[in-house]
């Protein structure tokens, strides 16, 4: 094929798969916990399968037949031959990762067919939609043997209406879940996480009215700590109503009239306690149109920059905080629940934190809320991870896709208040380019936030004077700067920190997003000596020493809250499979650094240098 023609059949199955993508997943429905639902959660019944024979023939062609697994065929007779059997093949929690529910899949990269069954009647006017919190990586998805669609991306919700499929007794749903990891993915092929596969969030059934208040956004406006303003959409057959949004607590509100298209702007202000983390003040907000009443609980709060200073509620304030991967803190496996988070957040607390960054990817939903209760603010982000596919068109709209749909389903929390678009990725004008529309798609979608991304800065030596240079020119498009640096563990040692100083190209804030290394819990020696306590202790001490003297430090997130499982971390007996950076074990043990960081927040309140 000429490079001509390998462009044009690329083009042509880039537009089917866009067109093919947005045709099957129904638009998002927000805040599916204020609605009427059903839980799909549970044992499903599951088929491991590796090579994919339940989705394709022995010529990779896609089955349509009753070999097809999501057919759920039973033979009919004693002599048909149907080479597979939900019902006898095992079952798995939901929602949960495969690899810490079953030895054998602990490294599992590739299919697990999962299915269960359900009655549903719902009222005869209403909708119905299947809501998955999140699948990783690839889903596709089936109800009574029939395709629905498929959804890419392991971090994010996605919804299928299934008002004219569902049946009052016998529904039969089937998912074939992949995580096989691909370079042109996001996130790519290499990782610092394990690779959890699985229906990993909660399955729900949302029933909504016919037409029904599909999202809103409901906010102060940027630099106000009075004015409410927002937006809402409607989504069906009569989108012309009104609609009246009403914060009884606060005695405000408004009545407005939406559009042809069934979007309403609004704008009202009045005297609101704003959120912060010492008082997390969340109102009942409702939302009540002709035929449709949603309520949820928002704070308001104002987050902006200015010069070097992060403003929240027009006051400076420096950000006390820490990583955090979704693992779950008292068990093996992916974080999901309400528990997890409050455990989690409970932590960070602890640790006398004002806010988390939740790496390297969205974390679920009930992390988000949980943080708007306790009042910690997020940094929330997108795993645009290293090396992506900065060239690749398909990669760029999965990350775009990836983004818009977390900042679809958390934009109405106070706790949010900075999104990230990338972690270490290496400087050139494609990835700029990539980046750049990430950072303006983040502002489009919400002029509210501030965008960062975590950059990795470089070292100036001038004889035995070190500097370190933040001027990355992606730097220029971001609100706040996040900066990962392993002084004392992957390079140099932890005291050279003493005589590190750091310059920034920009008149902006930083957030030290990352710093760190590894310990054993338990394991004690000296000083220098790897994986021990004392080195983890030692380093952060020098660390912290270096941080205090960035005169536009506002913030830090050290890494990491907890040990957590990477796939890169071989070394039998320190590591045995365990990125071991976290302040905390894996089975929940402070380590001495923990109170290394404690002693910093508690003391200092992180209290930024003076100028
Ligand atoms: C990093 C990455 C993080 C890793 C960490 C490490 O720079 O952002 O994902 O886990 O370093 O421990 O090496």
């Known amino acids: 094929m000429t490079k001509l023609l390998r462009c044009l059949a690329l083009a042509v199955c880039l537009l089917l798969l866009a067109g093919w993508a947005a045709a099957q997943v129904a638009p998002l429905a927000a805040n599916i916990g204020a609605r009427q639902t059903a839980s799909l959660d549970g044992q499903w019944q599951v088929i491991v399968d ?6 394709f023939d022995y010529r990779a062609q896609p089955l349509k037949n009753n070999q097809a697994f999501y057919k759920n065929h039973k033979p009919q007779s004693e002599s048909e031959l149907v080479e597979y059997d939900f019902d006898t093949s095992g079952q798995l929690y939901v929602p949960g990762d495969w690899n810490t529910q079953r030895e054998s899949l602990l490294f599992y990269e590739g299919s697990v067919w999962y299915k269960r069954s359900f009655d549903y009647t719902k009222s005869p006017k209403n909708r119905l939609f299947l809501h998955f919190g ?3 990586y690839l889903a596709a998805v089936y109800l009574n043997g029939e395709e629905l669609g498929e959804h890419e991306g392991g971090f994010t919700p996605f919804d299928f209406e299934i008002t004219d499929r569902v049946r009052a007794k016998g529904n039969f749903l089937v998912l074939r879940i992949n995580n096989t990891r691909g370079k042109e993915q996001v996130p790519t092929v290499n990782t610092d996480w394990w690779n959890y596969g699985g229906i990993t969030r909660p399955v729900t059934l949302v029933e909504v009215p016919e037409t029904f208040v599909q999202d809103y956004f409901i906010q102060l406006e940027k630099g106000s700590t009075h004015q409410v303003k927002g937006w809402l959409q409607l989504n069906g057959p009569q989108l012309q109503q009104e609609v009246t949004i009403r914060i009884s607590e606060a005695a405000l509100g408004g009545t407005i009239q939406t559009d042809s298209k069934g979007r309403g702007e609004f704008s009202f202000s009045g005297d609101l306690t704003v959120w912060s983390p010492e008082n997390p003040k969340l109102y009942a907000v409702e939302i009540a149109s002709e035929t449709d009443q949603v309520t949820d609980r928002i704070g308001f709060r104002s987050i902006e920059v200015r010069s070097t200073d992060i403003l929240l509620n027009g006051k400076p304030v420096f950000l006390r905080g820490i990583s955090i991967h979704e693992e779950a803190p008292t068990r093996p496996g992916r974080a999901w629940s309400e528990d997890d988070a409050r455990t989690l957040l ?3 607390k602890e640790l006398d934190c004002n806010f988390v960054r939740l790496a390297h990817y969205p974390h679920n939903e009930a992390m988000l809320r949980m943080a708007d209760q ?3 603010m997020v940094w929330a982000e997108v795993p645009v991870y290293w090396t992506i596919q900065w060239e690749n068109p398909q990669t760029l709209h999965n990350a775009e896709n990836q983004l818009k749909e977390m900042i ?6 106070a706790a949010l208040i900075i999104y990230s678009v990338a972690n270490e990725t290496p400087i050139s004008d494609a990835r700029n380019r990539f980046l750049r529309q990430l950072v303006q798609d983040a502002h489009s979608a919400d002029p509210t936030r501030l965008v960062s991304a975590a950059l990795q800065a470089h070292e100036v030596a001038e004889g035995k004077h070190i500097t370190i240079h933040i001027d990355d020119p992606i730097a220029s498009d971001l609100d706040v700067l996040g900066n990962n640096e392993y002084i004392g563990w992957y390079v140099r040692h932890p005291e050279d920190a003493d005589s590190i100083d750091w310059i920034s190209a920009y008149d902006k804030p930083l957030i030290m997003s990352e710093f760190g290394g590894d ?15 004392e080195y983890q202790e030692n380093l952060f001490k020098h660390q912290i020493a270096m941080l205090k003297r960035i005169s536009f430090l506002r913030g830090m997130t050290p890494w990491v809250l907890k040990d957590f499982r990477s796939p890169r971390r071989t070394l039998p007996r320190f590591q045995d499979f365990f990125n071991r950076k976290g302040l905390i074990s894996d089975h929940g043990e402070k380590k001495k650094a923990f109170f290394v960081l404690q002693k910093f927040y508690r003391e200092s309140q992180g209290a930024p240098p003076p100028k």
């Open 346 to 348: 409970s932590w960070a």
């Open 50 to 55: 590796p090579y994919d024979v339940g989705a």
């Open 519 to 533: 310990a054993l819990f338990g394991y004690h020696g000296g000083t220098a000596a790897r994986w021990t306590e």
């Open 134 to 136: 999140a699948c990783n």
């Open 374 to 376: 306790m009042g910690v």
């Open 408 to 413: 679809a389903r958390d934009h109405n929390r």
